[in-house]
T-cell receptor, first 112, second 115 residues
Framework: GQQLNQSPQSMFIQEGEDVSMNCTSSSIFNTWLWYKQDPGEGPVLLIALYKAGELTSNGRLTAQFGITRKDSFLNISASIPSDVGIYFCAGPPTSGTYKYIFGTGTRLKVLA | GAVVSQHPSRVICKSGTSVKIECRSLDFQATTMFWYRQFPKQSLMLMATSNEGSKATYEQGVEKDKFLINHASLTLSTLTVTSAHPEDSSFYIC???????????FGQGTRLTVV
């Protein structure tokens, strides 16, 4: 079935550093969503992208919808300890639905 | 944003018993709700789609007789894990949406432990 692969799988960074992660698919998506999940909690939406090439920011977070529609990138600038968590990309494999498949996740740890 | 709440947040049950998990949309009417399962250190996997007033649609490999889903009102969907076994222990998460919204909103999850 369809799969969203995220890289890196995990990363340790120093506080204040910038972070980049990406998500790739074997098929086209028309919506890309980026979520953050804290331990024992549900995912929280960070950024939603709806158009190929779109670049959207939310505070220190910036995400881009790849021009091929098969990938997306999330950047976090000047990381802080509370950025720790798991970041998932997600999207509906079928346009117009809310049935999401989730990526494999990127586990971020920030060293103070 | 819209608020989706799950109850309970944690539950422990004995093997062989059934347990019900509730998913409520608090400030909007959810025509569609989704149930996901997440095992430790893994991603979320969609189990089923629940439409208000109709039968749930299950993803391949999910046993509909084991995971009973009811969406009797526009603000409540329930997932009942029947005859629970230790391998059913997992984190169950719901999401909810309605027509005209651009995305679905997630609950805080329910940690089920079967002993």
């Amino acid at each position: 079935g369809q799969q969203l692969n995220q890289s890196p799988q995990s990363m340790f960074i120093q506080e204040g550093e910038d972070v980049s992660m990406n998500c790739t698919s074997s098929s086209i998506f028309n919506t890309w969503l980026w979520y953050k999940q804290d331990p024992g909690e549900g995912p929280v939406l960070l950024i939603a992208l709806y158009k190929a090439g779109e670049l959207t920011s939310n505070g220190r977070l910036t995400a881009q919808f790849g021009i091929t529609r098969k990938d997306s990138f999330l950047n976090i600038s000047a990381s802080i300890p509370s950025d720790v968590g798991i970041y998932f990309c997600a999207g509906p494999p079928t346009s117009g639905t809310y049935k999401y498949i989730f990526g494999t996740g990127t586990r971020l740890k920030v060293l103070a | 944003g819209a608020v989706v709440s799950q109850h309970p947040s944690r539950v422990i049950c004995k093997s062989g018993t059934s347990v019900k998990i509730e998913c409520r949309s608090l400030d909007f009417q959810a025509t569609t709700m989704f149930w996901y399962r997440q095992f430790p250190k893994q991603s979320l996997m969609l189990m089923a789609t629940s439409n208000e007033g109709s039968k749930a649609t299950y993803e391949q490999g999910v046993e509909k007789d084991k995971f009973l889903i009811n969406h009797a009102s526009l603000t409540l969907s329930t997932l009942t894990v029947t005859s629970a076994h230790p391998e059913d222990s997992s984190f169950y998460i719901c999401s909810a949406t309605s027509a005209g919204r651009t995305e679905a909103f997630f609950g805080q999850g329910t940690r089920l432990t079967v002993v």
